[in-house]
């Protein structure tokens, strides 16, 4: 797996590859990207969106990608994939599960708010990559029950610990929540993202807490779940299983 800035994952299973949430881009409306560009990601076999919210579902990043490529997406969403052009749309509700190519790719409950600026009403939704390394991509989500679901169920676990802000508004992870949340699921590894890609234009360094969420993720998991390894990626770095 080749973590590439924000949600945005490229995974390697059993020869299959996803996309999770693409974010291609150096701008998104106030935000740019201080982490390294994206270079070329090549053919992919399935693109997978968590939600409708424009650092996660984005139209520019989109286009990029080529339409006849299948594309998971939460239920509501199926319009707005057509108009981009994409044709093989899955729309999913948490508890449904999707063939790509042998692999099986089951929607996962998520406690965020649905998307504002698409008239799609989508609840958002986590996924987990069921072949080879079960693997669990969290998208957007806050500490809530249903994460018990999926503890016996993943080797690794795809964690969202930061944003861009001086903080992580309700509905997502913070390092101190998404310790918490890998209490709850206990994989064998946990790669934090959602951390160190953006920060608003008129900032010229990125705020202190997002500097240090790894290390506060880190130290905060060490105590709640000593057996999770914990590998830190930056953007562009990849990992595999051994």
Not at 24 to 31: E, F, G, K, M, T
Not at 36 to 57: M, Y
Not at 118 to 142: C, H, K, N, R, W
Request: glycine share 8%.
């Amino acid at each position: 797996m080749t973590w590439l800035g924000h949600s945005t994952v490229l995974l390697d299973v059993a020869g299959v590859r996803i996309l999770t949430d693409p974010l291609l881009r150096n701008r998104v409306a106030h935000l740019k990207r201080v982490a390294p560009a994206v270079p070329p990601i090549g053919p992919v076999d399935a693109i997978l969106l968590s939600h409708a919210h424009l650092d996660h579902l984005d139209i520019p990043s989109l286009r990029r990608l080529p339409r006849d490529t299948p594309v998971v997406v939460p239920a509501g969403l199926r319009r707005t994939m057509r108009r981009l052009g994409y044709e093989r749309v899955h729309e999913v509700v948490a508890g449904d599960v999707v063939d790509i190519g042998g692999v099986g790719v089951r929607a996962t409950f998520a406690s965020h708010p649905p998307g504002r600026l698409l008239p799609s009403g989508a609840e958002p939704v986590g996924y987990l990559i069921q072949g080879g390394t079960p693997t669990y991509f969290a998208g957007d989500t806050d500490l809530c029950d249903e994460l018990r679901e999926l503890h016996g169920h993943v080797q690794v676990a795809l964690l969202p610990i930061s944003g861009w802000g001086p903080r992580v508004p309700e509905g997502h992870l913070d390092p101190d929540r998404a310790a918490q949340a890998l209490e709850l699921i206990r994989p064998k590894t946990c790669i934090p993202i959602h951390w160190g890609t953006f920060r608003p234009l008129y900032r010229r360094r990125p705020y202190e807490a997002d500097e240090r969420a790894p290390q506060r993720f880190i130290d905060l998991a060490a105590s709640l779940t000593p057996e999770v390894a914990i590998r830190v990626l930056l953007p562009g770095e990849r990992w595999a299983t051994e």
